[in-house]
């Protein structure tokens, strides 16, 4: 069978000898603008809002350049969706809708091994997943066998169930699992390798180019990396991380390590950049702090459903100054 040429080139390629690296949360912003300003009609509030986005970070207009010469791409295949159709499924909550767009997407960017290696850059597995989570979002998941699930903020995952195996792919963000007594053996799967639970209860947590953290309750599981034939036991009050090559020794887990799933997020003496950087997985925009107040330490019990009132009982605590670009970007300096 032969493919146009035109769909054979690589896709969301670097530009040039730009080899720069840019995170999976980014190039969704990137796809998510793509899509909106392809629509017949968009607002000049819009347009300012993706300029604004554009000047925020230089990689912005890395990942936006590299976007338009996937969407150019795209364009060269036979099987388009309208872009107000594209847009519309995307941006909605059916994720029924998204998964049958992207995979029209899909079948164009899968043509060749050049697009094979495009569909692992960019964020339609996450987008087709079964089950997804909103940045500040929580939800528990009830799957056929009984096992129960609890997903945290911004993340997304398969379920694929057979004769022989129950398999949980985890693309990315973090998840309690509480198993249910089966038959067949239940694999919790990553980028970096397989965690297998025996009669148990605990968390994985999973982000890009990172490793992945394992936490458990209750029980014990396997820790498995994909390219190493060691694998490790996880015992109850333990966690550990592993990559696609070594898992690292176990450590005794805290309160605060499982805080997150009762809406928490307990800190204790630590520096309010590292604070910020993991309560900016549960705020719709963007948190940072200034390097002026970065080494400030702090402690305590913060809810992440209200962000805001977090930043005030922060401002009350600490000498801190707030500036807002707008009410989703959000800059902490040191008075």
């Known amino acids: 069978m032969q493919t146009d040429h035109n769909i054979m080139q690589p896709l969301f390629t670097p530009l040039h000898t730009d080899t720069t690296a840019i995170s999976a949360d980014i190039i969704e912003q990137a796809a998510t603008w793509m899509v909106r300003l392809q629509a017949s009609e968009y607002s000049e509030n819009e347009q300012h809002q993706h300029g604004e986005w554009l000047s925020a970070n230089s990689l912005h207009l890395i990942a936006w350049q590299r976007m338009q010469g996937l969407a150019q791409d795209i364009q060269a295949g036979p099987h388009l969706t309208s872009a107000p159709i594209a847009r519309q499924a995307l941006l909605s909550t059916d994720g029924k809708q998204r998964r049958m767009v992207l995979k029209s997407i899909a079948g164009i960017s899968m043509a060749g091994t050049s697009g094979l290696l495009a569909w692992h850059q960019l964020p339609w597995s996450s987008w087709m997943a079964d089950h997804r989570t909103a940045t500040g979002e929580q939800r528990q998941i009830m799957l056929a066998d009984g096992t129960a699930l609890m997903m945290n903020t911004d993340s997304a995952l398969d379920v694929a169930f057979s004769e022989q195996e129950r398999r949980i792919t985890l693309h990315h963000g973090e998840i309690l699992v509480t198993t249910a007594k089966d038959q067949r053996p239940l694999k919790i799967v990553t980028s970096n390798g397989t965690i297998a639970p025996v009669g148990t209860r605990f ?80 705020h719709r925009g963007k948190l940072s702090c200034a390097d002026d107040a970065a080494n400030l330490l702090m402690s305590g019990a913060y809810a992440v459903q209200d962000i805001q009132a977090v930043i005030t009982l922060l401002q009350e605590t600490l000498p801190l100054r707030t500036h807002y670009v707008t009410r989703y970007w959000i800059t902490l300096h040191h008075l």
């Open 203 to 282: 968390t994985v947590r999973h982000e890009d180019i990172k490793p992945t953290r394992v936490m458990v309750t209750e029980g014990a599981v396997r820790l498995q990396p994909r390219n190493s034939s060691n694998s490790k036991i996880l015992d109850a009050g333990m966690q550990a991380v592993f990559t696609s090559q070594e898992s690292t020794l176990p450590t005794p887990l805290t309160n605060a390590d499982m805080a997150w799933t009762s809406g928490m997020l307990v800190v204790e003496r630590v520096k309010l950049s590292a604070f910020i950087e993991e309560l900016n997985r549960y």
